[in-house]
Nanobody, 115 residues
Framework: GQLVESGGGLVQPGGSLRLSCEAS????????MSWYRQAPGKERILVTF????????NRLDSVEGRFTISRDNYKNTVYLQMTNLKPEDTAVYYC?????????WGQGTQVTVSS
């Protein structure tokens, strides 16, 4: 399986970004898709995930109400809509898939929130 993220960049505090992750090489519609992030000098942490049938679990209190995960099973793509971004959201964001006991990772996309 392969995951390719896009949509990162530099944004001012209070701004928005939408990350995309396009999947290939596995049955996307039945995979649980996740977004993780890794800030400089810190461990990678789970932000949120969505099951194949669309059940969402948010795992990071600090992004509650600001980040929204979604998926399009026709486009084999998962999204992370991020609003009201804060400097502490600065990190490399990784897409991950879990399908039939196999986990796949994307290469990561940098999000920098700074004025």
């Amino acid at each position: 399986g392969q995951l390719v993220e896009s949509g990162g960049g530099l944004v001012q505090p209070g701004g928005s970004l939408r990350l995309s992750c396009e999947a290939s090489g596995f049955t996307f519609s039945s995979a649980t898709m996740s977004w993780y992030r890794q800030a400089p000098g810190k461990e990678r942490i789970l932000v949120t995930f969505i099951t194949g049938d669309g059940v969402i679990t948010n795992r990071l209190d600090s992004v509650e109400g600001r980040f929204t995960i979604s998926r399009d099973n026709y486009k084999n793509t998962v999204y992370l809509q991020m609003t009201n971004l804060k400097p502490e959201d600065t990190a490399v964001y990784y897409c991950s898939a879990l399908r039939a006991g196999n986990r796949y990772w994307g290469q990561g996309t940098q999000v920098t929130v700074s004025s």
